[in-house]
């Protein structure tokens, strides 16, 4: 295909910088890097030899908290003795090669000098000797009582620069920038990790501040949001990180005024899945293509059991598909791939492209790294092509077939001084390479620096339950929570006990809390016929032809026939009745009186109150109610005259017509809420938490597992 669009494909090495940092990073003062504060390390004052710089080409980030640049500058460090020994360590990050002329003890110095500025005290001696001697120096803080919070981005960045001197391990290290200077990145699912751990390298963020700035939106819309014309300027990505485009993206990249640069930054592979079951380790090629193709259709015919094939596809322009049809099919035909049906409203039943199962009859396709890290299930296993597993090191090899390398890139017109062209020619240096591989992903180089301790530290503690009724589970729409179309059972630590595969049910629009005993009415989306699916029993217990789709309505009027107490209760008429409908909810009736409005459900069982002060419409802020089981309502409560701030929205949950909690949309926009526990959306991810506030579980969103 003739390409016109602006492709450079480098590999160019560009100066590594050292020392790194993040908000959560700690460096133990007093004693010996690496080691915890104790007796032994805090007495250390023996004179050590000179700390050995690095050999490499390194050279460390001289950026400060502001915009200061690199400019060649050569910072000097002071001795033992002098009024500091980094006298610029709050603007500047002082590279290996500046503190190369330092011994052991004067880095054991400048790295307590760092928490000195701030009034720390010592619980050794001599370290309260010393400092004691320096006419700026006040200690008025105890070592148990010093919050190291206060400590900024760059001095996080110098104690990481001194701690690989000391142990003589050079750290990676990121340009330092600012939160609201940090550019705009989008990019493939798979890339996200790389994304979100160049901000909290950069920033200083937690990782949950990362999750929440940085977001991908999947291979096509990523390349598709980088070029003019598809989304306006200021929302538009300055730099992506993703997987190689489709064709759809060349041809918008050969419009004029559409240019662009990238290079490759990391390689990765096409992987086949299949359930552990199934007795077929390895299929060549070949069989590959047949299969898809739709001339193989049966296990047996690769050496299988007699079943058939479900040869399952990603849709169409997703990243998997894009690398499906350029590194396998080859310009072949692939056969119709399995179809869900899926109901609209509009339209009635709708085909849609089935995700991968994970049964033992089916086969499916995804990226390496998002399959190895980011989906992960016991039942999954690799196929062998050829005979190869894929792996890092088989990936880093080429010796497994499907490889294909994914990229940077930024618009052609991107000044060379930005902060997103900076990060650009970043990712191929040695610092990023390091990031990339020390990521599990497998870089177009061999950078091997450490990285920041906390990017290798587990997730967050997740160890809290959710306190489900004994004999409960969680039921969870499957394409929501994970991807694929079914119904996810879960216990009450988020684990998942079973998936029942293509069935659709209106109880679970999202999640439904209920007895594993319980027998729910479903919609085959493989054949679009109903029935009923025991939860517990995992099966059919009857298949129905049609479902009841006759329409029940409520009115008004027929409310207040109904419970004529409660007109007699407020001292109001039928006209003061209101039912209202929020979305797929079930409506909610209001009886408004002079001083507040009551809310019931439709067979008149009390919700909840909500006092207007009588207050006219246009006073109060909009309110959203929603009953949650036969005991629990909430309010939505929306200011919108103050919609950036995320207390502008405030949930008001009940219990039996009582106050019982109430959340905002800090820490996470408030994204479902149910009996026992509610979750936050923070970027691409869903956060799970008890009526304690404690972190139950985090899912990546089952949409951006389609790319």
């Known amino acids: 295909m003739k390409k016109q669009y602006?492709?450079?494909?480098?590999?160019?090495?560009?100066?590594?910088?050292?020392?790194?940092?993040?908000?959560?990073?700690?460096?133990?003062?007093?004693?010996?890097?690496?080691?915890?504060?104790?007796?032994?390390?805090?007495?250390?004052?023996?004179?050590?030899?000179?700390?050995?710089?690095?050999?490499?080409?390194?050279?460390?980030?001289?950026?400060?908290?502001?915009?200061?640049?690199?400019?060649?500058?050569?910072?000097?460090?002071?001795?033992?003795?002098?009024?500091?020994?980094?006298?610029?360590?709050?603007?500047?990050?002082?590279?290996?090669?500046?503190?190369?002329?330092?011994?052991?003890?004067?880095?054991?110095?400048?790295?307590?000098?760092?928490?000195?500025?701030?009034?720390?005290?010592?619980?050794?001696?001599?370290?309260?000797?010393?400092?004691?001697?320096?006419?700026?120096?006040?200690?008025?803080?105890?070592?148990?009582?010093?919050?190291?919070?206060v400590l900024s981005p760059n001095e996080r960045n110098n104690l990481k620069a001194i701690q690989g001197m000391e142990?003589?391990?050079?750290?990676?290290?990121?340009?330092?920038?600012?939160?609201?200077?940090?550019?705009?990145?989008?990019?493939?699912?798979?890339?996200?990790p790389i994304s979100q751990a160049m901000y909290r390298m950069a920033t200083g963020a937690s990782r949950m501040e990362a999750e929440s700035a940085i977001t991908h939106e999947k291979t096509t819309q990523a390349w598709m949001s980088l070029v003019a014309g598809y989304v306006s300027p200021e929302n538009r990505p300055e730099l992506v990180i993703a997987y190689e485009p489709g064709d759809l993206v060349l041809e918008a990249f050969e419009e004029p005024g559409n240019e662009v640069i990238m290079k490759p930054i990391g390689r990765d592979a096409l992987?086949?899945?299949?359930?552990?079951?199934?007795?077929?380790?390895?299929?060549?090629?070949?069989?590959?293509v047949d299969i898809y193709s739709g001339r193989t259709t049966n296990w047996k015919e690769v050496g299988g059991k007699d079943r058939k094939i479900q040869a399952f596809q990603r849709p169409m322009e997703s990243g998997s598909q894009n690398l499906m049809e350029k590194l396998v099919m080859k310009g072949k035909k692939m056969a119709g791939a399995p179809v869900d049906l899926i109901v609209s409203d509009m339209e009635g039943l709708l085909e849609n492209v089935s995700a991968y199962d994970g049964t033992g009859d089916a086969l499916g396709y995804s990226v390496y790294y998002y399959a190895r890290n980011m989906y992960q299930k016991p039942e999954l296993t690799f196929m062998a092509v050829d005979g190869v597993m894929p792996s890092s090191e088989t990936i880093r090899s080429k010796s497994y077939p499907f490889v294909n390398d994914f990229y940077a890139a930024v618009r052609a017109d991107?000044?060379?001084?930005?902060?997103?062209?900076?990060?650009?020619?970043?990712?191929?240096?040695?610092?990023?390479?390091?990031?990339?591989?020390?990521?599990?992903?497998?870089?177009?180089?061999?950078?091997?620096?450490?990285?920041?301790?906390?990017?290798?530290?587990?997730?967050?503690?997740?160890?809290?339950?959710?306190?489900?009724?004994?004999?409960?589970?969680?039921?969870?729409?499957?394409?929501?929570?994970l991807g694929e179309q079914g119904i996810g059972v879960f216990d009450s630590h988020m684990n998942l006990l079973q998936f029942i595969s293509h069935v659709d049910c209106d109880?679970?629009?999202?999640?439904?809390?209920?007895?594993?005993?319980?027998?729910?009415?479903?919609?085959?989306?493989?054949?679009?016929?109903?029935?009923?699916?025991?939860?517990?029993?995992?099966?059919?217990?009857?298949?129905?032809?049609?479902?009841?789709?006759?329409?029940?309505?409520?009115?008004?009027?027929?409310?207040?026939?109904?419970?004529?107490?409660?007109?007699?209760?407020?001292?109001?008429?039928?006209?003061?009745?209101?039912?209202?409908?929020?979305?797929?909810?079930?409506?909610?009736?209001?009886?408004?009186?002079?001083?507040?409005?009551?809310?019931?459900?439709?067979?008149?069982?009390?919700?909840?109150?909500?006092?207007?002060?009588?207050?006219?419409?246009?006073?109060?802020?909009?309110r959203y109610v929603y009953g949650i089981d036969d005991h629990m309502a909430y309010i939505e409560i929306i200011d919108y005259r103050n919609r950036d701030n995320p207390a502008s929205v405030q949930y008001h949950i009940y219990k039996d017509g009582r106050l019982m909690k109430t959340l905002t949309d800090e820490g996470g926009n408030i994204s479902d809420i149910e009996p026992h526990f509610y979750t936050r959306s923070i970027g691409n991810y869903l956060y799970f938490y008890n009526y304690q506030d404690e972190p139950c579980a985090k899912f990546l969103y089952g949409y951006y597992g389609s790319d």
């Open 6 to 149: 602006r492709v450079i494909l480098a590999a160019a090495l560009v100066l590594s910088l050292a020392g790194c940092h993040t908000q959560e990073s700690r460096i133990d003062p007093e004693g010996s890097a690496g080691q915890g504060t104790g007796t032994t390390q805090e007495s250390g004052a023996t004179q050590g030899g000179t700390a050995q710089a690095d050999q490499g080409t390194d050279k460390g980030p001289d950026l400060g908290d502001g915009d200061q640049k690199d400019d060649g500058t050569i910072y000097k460090v002071g001795k033992m003795g002098d009024d500091y020994i980094l006298p610029d360590a709050l603007t500047h990050v002082y590279t290996q090669k500046e503190l190369a002329g330092l011994t052991q003890e004067e880095l054991r110095l400048a790295r307590n000098e760092i928490y000195a500025r701030h009034g720390r005290q010592f619980k050794s001696n001599d370290l309260n000797q010393y400092f004691s001697q320096q006419p700026w120096y006040q200690g008025t803080i105890s070592p148990d009582r010093f919050d190291d919070s």
């Open 167 to 192: 142990t003589g391990t050079a750290v990676c290290s990121i340009p330092i920038i600012g939160k609201e200077e940090f550019p705009r990145i989008d990019g493939s699912t798979a890339t996200l």
């Open 271 to 288: 992987v086949f899945l299949a359930n552990r079951s199934n007795p077929v380790h390895s299929l060549t090629r070949s069989q590959i």
């Open 507 to 622: 109880q679970v629009s999202l999640f439904l809390e209920c007895s594993r005993d319980t027998v729910l009415p479903m919609m085959d989306t493989m054949t679009g016929g109903y029935g009923h699916y025991s939860i517990g029993k995992n099966q059919w217990v009857d298949r129905e032809q049609d479902q009841d789709d006759t329409p029940f309505y409520w009115q008004e009027e027929a409310f207040a026939e109904a419970h004529p107490q409660l007109l007699q209760k407020y001292g109001v008429t039928a006209e003061d009745v209101e039912v209202r409908f929020y979305g797929e909810y079930a409506g909610v009736f209001v009886i408004t009186d002079q001083q507040a409005e009551h809310y019931y459900d439709p067979n008149g069982k009390f919700l909840l109150d909500y006092e207007t002060g009588g207050k006219g419409e246009e006073e109060l802020p909009s």
């Open 414 to 481: 991107t000044p060379k001084d930005s902060k997103a062209y900076e990060l650009f020619e970043w990712l191929t240096g040695e610092d990023g390479q390091s990031l990339i591989n020390g990521l599990g992903y497998v870089g177009i180089g061999d950078g091997a620096k450490e990285l920041p301790a906390n990017l290798l530290a587990p997730d967050e503690d997740f160890t809290a339950a959710i306190p489900l009724p004994q004999g409960h589970v969680i039921l969870a729409d499957g394409d929501y929570l």
